[in-house]
């Protein structure tokens, strides 16, 4: 694939994804007012919650390093989009870019003490586990289980097309 192609994919993932984030977000935040929720499973309801901090509200006393935190990964995460040839890694990290993105809008948009001190806004509620959005999923769910499938696919399709390159014997040809 070629590079304008790949950057016009990386920008369709953004696009969709921010856009999901943010309308669920708008969503959450006018039909699941002060202690409402709806059920969904048994233990999974939509709930809304407010997160200053990351996963698991972990230092939600420090909102604006953690919103610092995540656009250094989201500009590192550009440069490394740019860089990038593998079709498979660019859009893997343009999935996770698209997710911390999502994320970062909360804390500069919704903040109240200062640049970055916005809480993001949390709503699907696993009563055993967690509350995130969609943006966490993007970022840790696609990371960890969807990120490493990729990553092993494009490992296995980049050695193979590596191995067959040099054992194509008109390439030799070629060379001579």
């Known amino acids: 694939m070629t590079r304008n192609r790949?950057?016009?994919?990386?920008?369709?993932i953004l696009l969709v994804e921010i856009s999901l984030d943010q309308l669920t977000k708008a969503w959450a935040e006018s039909s699941l007012g002060?202690?409402?929720?709806i059920s969904v499973l048994p233990t999974i309801k939509l709930n809304l919650a407010y997160n200053s901090g990351f996963s698991f509200s972990t230092g939600s006393d420090r909102g604006q390093l953690i919103g610092v935190l995540v656009a250094v990964i989201s500009g590192v995460l550009i440069w490394q989009i740019l860089r990038e040839?593998?079709?498979g890694r660019t859009i893997l990290m343009a999935v996770i870019l698209g997710g911390a993105i999502g994320n970062l809008i909360d804390r500069v948009f919704r903040a109240d003490n200062g640049f970055l001190s916005g809480r993001v806004i949390d709503?699907?509620?696993v009563t055993w586990y967690?509350?995130?959005n969609l943006a966490d999923m993007f970022v840790v769910d696609m990371f960890v289980v969807v990120g490493a499938i990729?990553?092993?696919i494009d490992e296995v399709l980049h050695d193979r097309r590596s191995s067959h390159r040099d054992?194509?014997?008109?390439?030799?040809l070629s060379r001579s």
Request: avoid cysteine; glycine fraction near 0%.
């Open 6 to 12: 790949r950057l016009s994919i990386v920008a369709a």
């Open 34 to 37: 002060s202690s409402r929720y």
């Open 85 to 87: 040839t593998r079709d």
């Open 123 to 125: 709503f699907i509620d």
């Open 130 to 132: 967690a509350v995130f």
């Open 150 to 152: 990729v990553l092993v």
């Open 167 to 172: 054992n194509d014997p008109s390439d030799d």
